[in-house]
C-alpha cells in the first residue's frame, strides 16, 4: 500500500487485525498462518501524525485466488504438500531498568538462506503512542537482536519484534518471523493511598465491629505480583489514648474497637496509616496516609434545670405578657437535636392560660401568659415545667437511666380594678322576619369582677353597628327599631355581629359580642308574575307560574285553585311541577275574554290571589289575535248581536240587488253561474258606495285589514265590515269597469247593450232565502253557538265538517276574463275561490 500518499508524515503505523503487520515502506505480512473462512477479508491500516494529531485509514479487502480455487482432482487423488519447519523461538525477556552493559543481546535469529536480517518492532502499553525509536537494533550479518538502553515496563510492557531474512538481491525466502520481547517487573514504585485524607464519621457509643469507612491504596507495578500485593497497619492514633479503632489489614476497612466512643471526652480521631508492597514484607515499599474520624454525637445526655423552683408575678387580665425566663444545662454538642431543649408545662395548666416555648438562641424557655388571669378566682398559680431533646435520649452503655428533670414556677397574680365582664363574652340571639317594630329579643347582662353582679352598669352599642336593633342602657335589653329583612343591606346574610360596651360607676369598660340572627318566616304570599294570556281555538293549555320570596321551607310546592265556582267548572288547572300549572278550558266555551281568579298556596299554606285574564280568540297563532285586537272596534258585541248584525246586511244585500236587478237592461240568465260565485275577491279599493248608489236607505259595506266582524258607531250611519283585506263586495265592483258573462247582449236595433248582471227580486229571493234559512236554524240549534263562529272567521282555510256550508253562492256574478288576478292569491283564498266555483 502507498502509505506516502495517505499521510506522508505518518509516525505511527498499525493494523486493526493482529495476523497483519505494515511496515514503513508499505509492504504488508502475515504475522500467522491465515485461513479464509469466507470469500473476503477486510481489515484497516491507520496512519498517525502525533504531532499534528492526524489520523488517516487505508481499507484493505483480501481476496481468495480464484484460479487455485477452482483446481480439481479426483477423490482418490492424495496431494501431499511439504512446509519447511518454521523456528520458534521462546519469548524473551528484558529486565525492567536493568543496568546493562548495553547494547544487552536480547536473542538471535538464523535462517539457512538468507544472510540479510532487518526487523520492524512495535511496543505495547500506556506509552504506545511514544514508540522510541531505536530501541532494539539487529545485526545484519549474524541476526542477533540488541537493546540499547533501559526501559520502563509501566510505560512499555512488551514489545513485538518482525524479523525478515532476505537474500543478497533482496529476496525473502522465508516467512517473516514474530519475536516477542517481555519486559519483566522491578519494584520500583512504592503504592500510594487514592486520597490526601480520609474523613470518615461514626455515632458515639458505637458497637465494637460497625465498620467506619475503608482506606484504598494502588501500585504501578504489575498486577497479581509480590511488587502489588498491598497490606495496611495503624501507625499511630491521636489522641493517644485506648485504641478506639481496628484496621483489616488486606482490605483497609476501618472499624471501631473500643465501645466508649464518648464525644464529650473525644470529638475526633486522627489515625496515622501505612500502606506496603510486597504482602508486607519489611523490604517491601511503603507510603503513609492520614484518616480523620469524627465522632458524632447522639443524645446522651438528659437536659437538667440550673432551678428547682422559680416565682415571678403578673397582673390580671394580662395578655400574651412574658413572665419568666429558665435555663437548662445539657453536655451534647450545642445546636444539635440533641442539645435543643422542649418544655411543657406538665401540671397546672388546665385552662390554657400559661404557655412555655424554646428561644432557638439561647436555649431558654420563655413562659408566657395567653389567657388573662382573674385574681378573685386564683390569687396564685403554681405551675411543674419539664425538659427534654429534639432528639430522643439514648441510653449509653457507661450511663445509667436518668429521670426526666422538672422545675416548679410559682406565679403570684396581682389584684387590678377591672371593667365589667359579659358572660358569655360571645351571646347569640334569634330574631325573626314577621317581628314587629319594638319587639324585645332577649337581653345581653355583664358583671361587674369585684361585685359578681350587674348593678350599676351602662350598655351602650359601638358606634358603626347594625342599626336595626337597640339595647337599653340600663336593662340591657335588645330590642328591633326597624322590620327585619334578610334580604336587603346589612342584613343580606341574616345575621350580624355587635359589639356591646358595657360601662360601671368608675369608667371600667367592657366589650362583649352579641350575634343576632333573623331567622326566617312566611312573609311573603306566593304570586302570578305574568297575568295577561291569550288562548288560540286550539285551546293549547297555559302555563301558570309563581313566585315567593321566601325561602324553600316557605314556598314550594305551590297549590293552585280557580276561586270563581262558575269559572271552576269551566276551567281546570293540571298541575304541571312544584311550581307551574296548566289552565285549560274543560270543554267547548264560547269566544271571548275572561277574567279567572286564581289562588296559589304556598307550603305553610299562606295564599294570595291573582286576576289571570285570558283572551279565547279564534286565531291559529296569538299574534294573529293581537293584530284583530288592534284593528277591531273599541265595542264588543255578543254572539246573538253578531248574528242579528249579518243577517241584517244580508236583508239590504237582497234590496240592493233587487234595486239593481230592476234598473239593468238586457235579459238576465235564469241560473247562476259558477262565474257569479267568483265575483266575491274581485280586488276594489272603493271604501264607500259607488256613485251609482246614493240611496240613504242602504247601510254603506267597507272594508277591514285584520278580521271580518260587525261594527257600530254612534249617529245616523252604520258600518258593516264583510271581508278582509283585498276582497269586495257587490257595490264595490258596480260601475267599477268590469264586465260579467252577460254584460254585452244585442240591444234594440242591433247595438250592443251593457248588462250589469243584476236579478231580480224573486230570482234572487228563490236562490237564497233556503240557504240563509239553513244556517239561521243550525245557529239556533246549536248550544255552543259553533256555526256562528263561521261569520266571525277570517278569510283562511275554514277546515271541512261545516253544515252551514257557504256563503259565497250568494254573491253577484261577474265575467270570467277579469278573474286573473285570483291566480296571485295567497294558498287559503285560492280554496275559498275553488269553494265558490263548486257552488
Known amino acids: 500500500v502507498n502509505l506516502n500518499e495517505c499521510l506522508q508524515s505518518a509516525e505511527r503505523i498499525s493494523s486493526s487485525d493482529g495476523n497483519f503487520k505494515v511496515l514503513e515502506d508499505g509492504s504488508v505480512y502475515t504475522t500467522s498462518a491465515v485461513s479464509f473462512s469466507d470469500e473476503k477479508r477486510t481489515f484497516t491500516i491507520l496512519l498517525k501524525d502525533i504531532q499534528k494529531h492526524v489520523e488517516k485509514k487505508i481499507h484493505v479487502d483480501l481476496v481468495t485466488d480464484e484460479k487455485k480455487a477452482q ?291 439561647t436555649n431558654e424557655g420563655i413562659l408566657c401568659v395567653v389567657k388573662g388571669l382573674d385574681y378573685e378566682g386564683a390569687k396564685q398559680r403554681i405551675l411543674v415545667i419539664a425538659v427534654n431533646n429534639e432528639a430522643p435520649y439514648m441510653l449509653a452503655p457507661h450511663s445509667q437511666q436518668v429521670v426526666q428533670s422538672t422545675s416548679t414556677v410559682v406565679v403570684n397574680v396581682l389584684d387590678v380594678d377591672e371593667g365589667p365582664v359579659f358572660k358569655p363574652c360571645f351571646f347569640r340571639m334569634d330574631a325573626s322576619e314577621c317581628d314587629e317594630v319594638g319587639t324585645s329579643i332577649g337581653k345581653y347582662l355583664a358583671e361587674d369582677p369585684e361585685t359578681g353582679n350587674s348593678e350599676g352598669i351602662c350598655y351602650k352599642i359601638a358606634p358603626g353597628q347594625c342599626n336595626w336593633i337597640n339595647i337599653d342602657e340600663k336593662s340591657g335589653e335588645v330590642r328591633t327599631i326597624k322590620a327585619l329583612d334578610r334580604d336587603l343591606g346589612e342584613m343580606k346574610r341574616g345575621q350580624c355581629n355587635i359589639t356591646v360596651l358595657a360601662i360601671d360607676r368608675n369608667g371600667k369598660t367592657g366589650t362583649g359580642t352579641l350575634q343576632v340572627v333573623i331567622q326566617p318566616c312566611n312573609r311573603n304570599f306566593p304570586r302570578i308574575i305574568k297575568t295577561d294570556y291569550i288562548m288560540c281555538r286550539d285551546r293549547k293549555p297555559i302555563c301558570l307560574t309563581a313566585e315567593d320570596g321566601d325561602i324553600a321551607s316557605y314556598s314550594m310546592p305551590f297549590v293552585y285553585r280557580v276561586t270563581d265556582r262558575n269559572l271552576a267548572s269551566s276551567w281546570k288547572i293540571t298541575r304541571h311541577n312544584e311550581k307551574s300549572v296548566y289552565l285549560s278550558p274543560r270543554g267547548d266555551i264560547p269566544f271571548g275574554i275572561y277574567t279567572i281568579p286564581v289562588t296559589v298556596s304556598d307550603r305553610s299554606g299562606k295564599q294570595g290571589v291573582t286576576q289571570i285574564r285570558v283572551n279565547y280568540c279564534n286565531c291559529v297563532v296569538p299574534s294573529e289575535c293581537e293584530r284583530m285586537a288592534f284593528a277591531s272596534s273599541s265595542v264588543t258585541l255578543g254572539v246573538w248581536a253578531i248574528l242579528a248584525m249579518i243577517l241584517g246586511s244580508l236583508l239590504l244585500l237582497l234590496i240592493l240587488i233587487t234595486i239593481c236587478g230592476c234598473c239593468g237592461s238586457g235579459v238576465m240568465r235564469r241560473h247562476v253561474t259558477d262565474d257569479c260565485a267568483n265575483h266575491n275577491l274581485i280586488i276594489s279599493n272603493t271604501e264607500a258606495p259607488g256613485e251609482e248608489v246614493m240611496d240613504h236607505n242602504i247601510i254603506p259595506l267597507q272594508n277591514t285589514t285584520d278580521q271580518v266582524g260587525c261594527g257600530i258607531k254612534t249617529g245616523d250611519q252604520q258600518t258593516f265590515e264583510m271581508v278582509k283585506g283585498r276582497g269586495h263586495t257587490l257595490e264595490s265592483v258596480r260601475g267599477g269597469g268590469h264586465q260579467t258573462l252577460g ?97
Open 71 to 361: 483446481k480439481t482432482r479426483q477423490a482418490r487423488d492424495t496431494v501431499l504438500k511439504r512446509t519447511k519447519r518454521r523456528w520458534g523461538p521462546i519469548p524473551s525477556v528484558m529486565m525492567e531498568n536493568s543496568l546493562g552493559p548495553f547494547p544487552l543481546q536480547i536473542q538471535q535469529v538464523q535462517s539457512d538462506t538468507a544472510q540479510n536480517y532487518t526487523i520492524y518492532y512495535s511496543a505495547s502499553g500506556p506509552g504506545i503512542d511514544q514508540d522510541p525509536k531505536g530501541l532494539f537494533y539487529i545485526e545484519r550479518e549474524t541476526g542477533n537482536i540488541f537493546a540499547t538502553r533501559a526501559v520502563d515496563r509501566e510505560q512499555y510492557p512488551s514489545f513485538q519484534i518482525i524479523c525478515f531474512a532476505s537474500t543478497p538481491d533482496g529476496y525473502s525466502p522465508e516467512v517473516p518471523l514474530v519475536h516477542t520481547i517481555r519486559i519483566e517487573d522491578d519494584n520500583d514504585n512504592a503504592p500510594y493511598f487514592t486520597q490526601d485524607v480520609f474523613e470518615f464519621c461514626v455515632p458515639e457509643n458505637s458497637k465494637p465491629g460497625v465498620i467506619v469507612g475503608t482506606v484504598t491504596a494502588e501500585d504501578r507495578d504489575e498486577p497479581f505480583t509480590l511488587h502489588t500485593l498491598l497490606r495496611y497497619r495503624i501507625v499511630s492514633q491521636n489522641p493517644p489514648i485506648i485504641p478506639a479503632f481496628s484496621l483489616h489489614g488486606e482490605t483497609g476497612v476501618i472499624t471501631v474497637l473500643s465501645p466508649q466512643l464518648d464525644r464529650e471526652l473525644v470529638s475526633t480521631y486522627t489515625l496515622l496509616i501505612e500502606v506496603r508492597d510486597m504482602g508486607g514484607q519489611p523490604f517491601g515499599l511503603c507510603t503513609t496516609g492520614t484518616a480523620v474520624i469524627k465522632i458524632e454525637d447522639t443524645n446522651d445526655n438528659a437536659p437538667t434545670f440550673k432551678q428547682i423552683q422559680y416565682e415571678t408575678q403578673v397582673e390580671e387580665n394580662k395578655v400574651n405578657v412574658e413572665i419568666l425566663r429558665v435555663s437548662v444545662l445539657d453536655l451534647d454538642e450545642l445546636g444539635a437535636p440533641g442539645s435543643t431543649a422542649v418544655y411543657e408545662i406538665i401540671r397546672g395548666n388546665d385552662d390554657r392560660s400559661f404557655e412555655i416555648t424554646t428561644d432557638r438562641n
Open 743 to 839: 254584460s254585452v247582449k244585442e240591444g234594440g236595433g242591433g247595438q250592443p247593450v251593457m248588462d250589469t248582471c243584476r236579478y231580480s227580486y224573486s230570482e234572487w229571493h228563490n236562490f237564497t232565502h233556503p240557504r240563509l234559512g239553513e244556517k239561521v236554524h243550525l245557529c239556533r240549534q246549536d248550544e255552543e253557538q259553533k256555526h256562528s263562529e263561521d261569520y266571525l272567521l277570517t278569510y283562511n282555510y275554514e277546515g271541512k265538517g261545516s253544515l252551514a256550508g257557504s256563503v259565497g253562492c250568494c254573491s253577484d256574478q261577474h265575467e270570467e276574463e277579469a278573474l286573473d288576478f285570483l291566480d296571485q292569491l295567497e294558498p287559503k283564498f285560492r280554496t275559498l275561490a275553488e269553494t265558490c266555483v263548486k257552488r
